[in-house]
Each structure stands twice: as structure tokens, then as C-alpha cells.
């Protein structure tokens, strides 16, 4: 199990990817590849589950870590849940799964979702609106968001625009108007005892973002997917006030590094007082483990 006080960060928001060489047939190779260029990343094809938990082992930071489920809107073959809970299982020292459904799967998505929080460790659940191709208030959904309140896990959902498409034709057929944190607000009044975590700053709508989290106390916000260097100048503000205890670090491993995304944040101008709580105790506050 986790050390949690010898470790010094966690890094909210991190993909798990399968072996190379899984997806030949179904373009997921060339959208990673694509991205990789697009992030700067430094490698052709994303690090497995294992490579993952040796990267953050030898950073000494702990990782959520979670696929994403896009196979109806996408085709991409989903890496399969109860997979990656077994391989986080064998590296259970420095991760923590989170599993991804697509919402559209309705009772049997939920059946899966309540399954793998009891059964298979699964301690939150990640969703991609825009991947996905669905509005997150979309009433379809409310089955699985249903069970994972019941769990009491968080859930955590990819908003703003997205690297996931980006410059390819069509932008791969991924469709922004999903991702609107502004549709999180519905959630967060008919789920308000589930956690709700708003991913990235959220161009073009981060004001919104802000808003939901400061008006809902179960909403926060990670601050992944963005070097520190490039946050916007109000989400500074509110992380060294009003939602300091909102904000966690997230990096969107493999396409930053950790590494990369603190020294950036090292250099930003957030509040000493504030880091601490932005780094690892949010996180813990949030996964219900004590400080």
C-alpha cells in the first residue's frame, strides 16, 4: 500500500495505456502519435501500466491513474477495466485506479462500475465528455453516476478543449461543446455527496469552471493538461484564495511529466501556504485518507 506520508505529491490524473501494438486496426496508435507531437512528449508510443509506476516510484510521487472508455463514440477498443486494476494491484505502492465507463451502457455500466469498487479496488472513475461523445447532464448517464455516488468514489471528467484530436482533420470527430464545465453544475445539485473533479484549466470556459467549484462544495479542479507557466492569471487567483482546497495537482501523464509540470509549478506564482494543499493534501482530503 501507499506510504502516504513519505511520498511528496499526488498526481491526480494519469492515463494507463496498453502494451504497443494493440491497437494496429483501429487508428489509436496514430491519434497517440499524433498527440505525442502535439504535447512535445518523448516517446512514439505512450509507457504501460508497470513503466508508469517505475517512473513515479522513482519520483516518490503516488498516481491516479484510470483509461478512458471511448469505444462506442471512437472505436478505439477500451482497455479493459478489470486489466488495469490488476496490473495497479501489482504496483498498489504507488498507484490508484480509476476505472472508465461509458455512460451510455446504463445498468450494465453501473453493475460493472458497483463490481469493481467492491471487488477489484477501484477507487474512482474517470470520463471523457468530448471522447465520449455525450453531455455529462445527459440524463443516460445518471444510472452509472447513481452507483458511483452509492460507492461514494469521485468522479473525474475531462473538460475545456483537448489535445485528443487536435490538428488532425476533422479534429478526429472530437466535438469541444461536450466538455462545457457549465453541465458539471447539474451534476454536482443531483449528485451532492459524490465528489466531482473538474480536469484541466478549462479554455475557452475557465471562468465557468471556477464558478462551479466555488458555488458546489463537492466540485474541485486539477490542474493538468497545462504547464503551471501557462495557467491563466484568475485561476491563480482562486487557488491562493477562495478554492486553495480545491485544487489538485494533476500533470496528464505520459503527455507532461510530472517532473516537468513541478518545476514549472515551482516557478508560478502561487502562495507558499498553498502548495502543500495543492500538491497532496486536497488529494488525500478528497480520497478520504487521513492526514
Not at 482562486?238 to 486553495?244: G, R, V
Request: net charge negative; aromatic share 12%; charged share 25%.
Amino acid at each position: 500500500m501507499i506510504d502516504f506520508a513519505k511520498i511528496r505529491a499526488i498526481d491526480f490524473h494519469t492515463h494507463a495505456e496498453e502494451a504497443c501494438g494493440c491497437h494496429t486496426d483501429d487508428g489509436y496508435d496514430e491519434l497517440q502519435s499524433t498527440m505525442a507531437k502535439y504535447f512535445g512528449a518523448p516517446w512514439a508510443h505512450p509507457p504501460t501500466i508497470d513503466e508508469t509506476a517505475a517512473h513515479y516510484r522513482q519520483m516518490n510521487i503516488a498516481a491516479v491513474i484510470f483509461p478512458v472508455d471511448s469505444e462506442r463514440e471512437t472505436g478505439y477498443r477500451r482497455y479493459d477495466n478489470y486489466e488495469v486494476a490488476d496490473a495497479c494491484a501489482k504496483n498498489n505502492d504507488i498507484l490508484i485506479p480509476f476505472a472508465s465507463i461509458d455512460p451510455a451502457k446504463g445498468k450494465l455500466g453501473a453493475r460493472e462500475a458497483r463490481d469493481l469498487v467492491q471487488n477489484h479496488g477501484i477507487k474512482g472513475f474517470k470520463f471523457h465528455p468530448t471522447m465520449q461523445g455525450f453531455y455529462p447532464n445527459d440524463r443516460m448517464a445518471y444510472p452509472l453516476y447513481e452507483a458511483i455516488a452509492e460507492a461514494g468514489v469521485p468522479a473525474l471528467f475531462h473538460t475545456g478543449q483537448t489535445g485528443v484530436g487536435s490538428g488532425m482533420r476533422g479534429g478526429n470527430g472530437m466535438r469541444l461543446k461536450y466538455s462545457n464545465p457549465m453541465y458539471m453544475d447539474d451534476l454536482a445539485v443531483d449528485f451532492p455527496d459524490m465528489p466531482i473533479i473538474l480536469a484541466h484549466p478549462s479554455f475557452p470556459w475557465q471562468e465557468e469552471a471556477l464558478s462551479v467549484a466555488q458555488h458546489k462544495p463537492n466540485v474541485y479542479i486539477d490542474l493538468s493538461g497545462w504547464s503551471p507557466k501557462y495557467f491563466p492569471k484568475i485561476l491563480v487567483q482562486y487557488a491562493n484564495s477562495i478554492l486553495k482546497k480545491k485544487m489538485l495537482f494533476g500533470s496528464d501523464w505520459p503527455m507532461i511529466a510530472p517532473e516537468k509540470w513541478l518545476d514549472a509549478f515551482d516557478k508560478a506564482e502561487f502562495k507558499d501556504e498553498v502548495r502543500p494543499l495543492i500538491l497532496k493534501e486536497n488529494a488525500m482530503r478528497l480520497l478520504g485518507i487521513p492526514t
